[in-house]
């Protein structure tokens, strides 16, 4: 369902929430729904600008009701902050994260998605039983594939603690990569030899390039 983005746009995108879920026989879920609508609408709002574009998108597999926010601005991210008891703002995502199973960013050139994810205590379909780490891949590599420079770039600022930090998430990422490489019955061995070959090959060329400078 597509919106503009307006805080009197929030109470009509939580009817349709109720609607699609009374129509699926989750009952349950609808209070959790609607809130986490409102925060992911009201986060819009309130970050990248009223009259902003967007889109909702509600869907169900079974072991997990999707909810999605749409909107074209790349830049303004949600984050997760620890809000003082008095404040008035600030405890939008924290409630999103208390209320949902997951949630996360999706950013595509023309637009990033907001998304989170409830339990519906259905039995999942077969094929949702994948490996974790192969599942993370996949994000992972639909992510690569629509990101471009400058949007995915190193950033020199970042301190020991950071660098360290930054460190453990690319040996974590090629893990989860070798896991997908087995799971499409590649050569994970062969495939990290291959890597292996093509950095050695582009840091010589770079080295190379250096000495001619």
């Not at 907001?114 to 490996?131: F, K």
């Not at 995915?152 to 453990?168: D, I, K, M």
Request: charged residues 25%; negative net charge.
């Amino acid at each position: 369902m597509e919106f503009t983005a307006h805080p009197e746009e929030v109470a009509a995108l939580r009817r349709v929430v109720r609607l699609c879920l009374a129509a699926w026989n989750l009952h349950g879920l609808i209070d959790a729904a609607q809130l986490c609508v409102s925060e992911l609408v009201s986060n819009v709002v309130t970050h990248v600008g009223p009259g902003t574009p967007g889109s909702l998108a509600v869907c169900v597999d079974g072991a997990h009701l999707r909810i999605e926010v749409h909107d074209p601005d790349t830049r303004a991210l949600p984050t997760l902050v620890a809000a003082d008891v008095e404040a008035e703002g600030g405890r939008g995502m924290a409630l999103v994260e208390a209320l949902a199973d997951r949630w996360g960013v999706q950013l595509h050139e023309d637009r990033k998605v907001t998304w989170c994810e409830l339990a519906t205590g259905l039995t999942p379909p077969p094929d949702t039983t994948a490996d974790p780490s192969v599942t993370r891949a996949e994000a992972l590599l639909d992510m690569y594939a629509t990101l471009r420079p400058p949007t995915c770039r190193y950033e020199p600022g970042l301190g020991r603690v950071g660098r360290t930090v930054a460190e453990e998430s690319v040996i974590d990422a090629i893990t989860d990569f070798l896991h997908w490489l087995r799971a499409h019955g590649c050569d994970a061995d062969e495939a990290l030899d291959r890597a292996q070959a093509h950095f050695e090959a582009e840091s010589k060329v770079t080295r190379v390039s250096r000495s001619h400078c």
